[in-house]
């Protein structure tokens, strides 16, 4: 059974950084793609970024340019770098692999306030 553990969440000041890791229980590059999602009260789980195995990534719109997910395959984690942080972006966020099904982690808060 495939475990992820997500880390790095917290409480952060608007225009401030986070860096969130998700740590594998198995090689990462057993994964076609990793992302992160994220989910705020009331709201719906969106995808934010994703990373495939070769390497392309994608960003939802609202955070293109301030986010940037990266892969340590040594490390078996991939991390979401988070910068210019706004209130908007508070959620629990999960990381998310995909090889044949989903998995998914516990989630890490994040809480940005104005």
């Known amino acids: 059974q495939v475990q992820l553990v997500e880390s790095g969440g917290g409480l952060v000041e608007a225009g401030g950084s986070l860096r969130l890791s998700c740590a594998a229980s198995e090689s990462i590059l057993s994964f076609s793609r990793l992302a992160w999602f994220r989910q705020a009260p009331g709201k719906q789980r969106e995808l934010v970024a994703v990373i495939r195995s070769g390497g392309t990534t994608n960003y939802a719109d609202s955070v293109k340019g301030r986010f940037t997910i990266s892969m340590d395959n040594a490390k078996n984690t991939v991390h979401l770098q988070m910068s210019s942080l706004k209130p908007e972006d508070t959620a629990m966020y999960y990381c998310?692999?995909?090889?044949?099904?989903?998995?998914w982690g516990q989630g890490t808060q994040v809480t940005v306030s104005s």
């Open positions: 998310n692999a995909w090889y044949l099904q989903p998995y």
